[in-house]
Nanobody
């Protein structure tokens, strides 16, 4: 049974930082999965923030977060992280991690329809 549990959200002022974590279980083998971070603001569609291929650590980011957000992976602990820096009010939203088995190396999708396992989300609120 796959389970993804996000943590680390909170309320910060603009310019601040947060570190989100996603503890994964049931993804076997872990290296066969693409994992992604997504966010959804009230009244808006869910959007991809970044993704990583657990097999070759290829990472990609949405243009809106490049240079500010960093994805990292601890394969030994099956934990995905997202470091958020220089936060802006438009970064406010519910942040989800997601996973999909791919079994190949290369770039992973930033489209939510490309993933079939989802966590419950962790709220990030940035005040200006």
């Amino acid at each position: 049974q796959v389970q993804l549990v996000e943590s680390g959200g909170g309320s910060v002022q603009a310019g601040g930082s947060l570190r989100l974590s996603c503890a994964a279980s049931g993804l076997t083998p872990y290296s066969w999965y693409c994992m992604g971070w997504f966010r959804q603001a009230p009244g808006k569609e869910r959007e991809g923030v970044g993704s990583i291929n657990n097999g070759d650590t290829n990472v990609r980011y949405a243009e809106s977060v490049k240079g500010r957000f960093t994805i990292s992976q601890d394969n030994a602990k099956n934990t995905l992280s997202l470091q958020l820096t220089n936060l802006k009010s438009e970064d406010t939203g519910l942040y989800y991690c997601a996973a999909i088995p791919v079994r190949v190396q290369g770039w992973c999708s930033l489209e939510s329809r490309g993933y079939n396992y989802w966590g419950q989300g962790t709220q990030v609120t940035v005040s200006s």
